[in-house]
Each structure stands twice: as structure tokens, then as C-alpha cells.
Nanobody, 128 residues
Framework: QVQLVESGGGSVQSGGSLRLSCAAS????????MAWFRQAPGKEREGIAA???????SYTDSVKGRFTISQDNANNTLYLQMNSLKPEDTAVYYC??????????????????????WGQGTQVTVSS
């Protein structure tokens, strides 16, 4: 059974930092997409950062230069380092992963890929 378990969410003040983790179990793939999504109240879920098995990454404009996606393949863990947080970053954050047929780049993984496995979500709240 595949499980993605997120941790690291919480409440911070504007300008602060958080690091989200997503531990995967029951799943391995040599060709894959991995991503972080978020959903704010009243808004649609959006892909904010992704990494493909090519190693390339992709970010939505609103988080570029502030967020960094990374992976630890040895421990099957995906990370999202979030710096310079703003109140508009407040949302539930989800990690997602899935196997791919071809070696995919970050842009494909963030915008196009239809994810198979999802975490339960972790709340991030940024106060001004």
C-alpha cells in the first residue's frame, strides 16, 4: 500500500520559514514526477513546485526564489523549503507522486502530469 505522509506544517509570521517533508512508503519508481500542491480557502488547488526524474525543477511564479523543492532518494522523502513566507502562502499543502513512462522534466510534472498518489495535506498559516 502506497502512503505519502507530510509533516512540517504550522504557523509562522510573515518573513519566516518552514520546511515540509513528504515520506513515501510502498512505492518506488525510476521514472517519476513529484510535486507540491496547495489549496487556499475558496481557491482551486495549484501545483507550486515539481521535480521530475530528469532532475529538473519547476515553480509557479508566486513562489520562485522563495521555495525550493528537493528529494532524498535514499530515504524516499520529498522536501519543500519555504522562505520569506507571506500571508498569501496560507493554505493546505499536499505532496504528490507518481510513476511515468518517460523521463519527465519539472514543468511537465507541475502542469501536466495527473498524479496517482497524494498525501493527506498539512496546514501552513502565515500571519502578518
Amino acid at each position: 500500500q502506497v502512503q505519502l505522509v507530510e509533516s512540517g506544517g504550522g504557523s509562522v509570521q510573515s518573513g519566516g520559514s518552514l520546511r515540509l517533508s513528504c515520506a513515501a512508503s510502498g512505492y518506488t519508481a525510476s521514472l517519476y514526477c513529484m510535486a507540491w500542491f496547495r489549496q487556499a480557502p475558496g481557491k482551486e488547488r495549484e501545483g507550486i513546485a515539481a521535480i521530475g526524474s530528469t532532475g529538473s525543477t519547476s515553480y509557479t511564479d508566486s513562489v520562485k526564489g522563495r521555495f525550493t523543492i528537493s528529494q532524498d532518494n535514499a530515504n524516499n522523502t520529498l522536501y519543500l523549503q519555504m522562505n520569506s513566507l507571506k500571508p498569501e502562502d496560507t493554505a493546505v499543502y499536499y505532496c504528490a507522486e507518481g510513476p511515468t513512462t518517460y523521463n519527465r522534466a519539472g514543468d511537465y510534472c507541475r502542469v501536466i502530469y495527473d498524479y496517482v498518489y497524494w498525501g493527506q495535506g498539512t496546514q501552513v498559516t502565515v500571519s502578518s
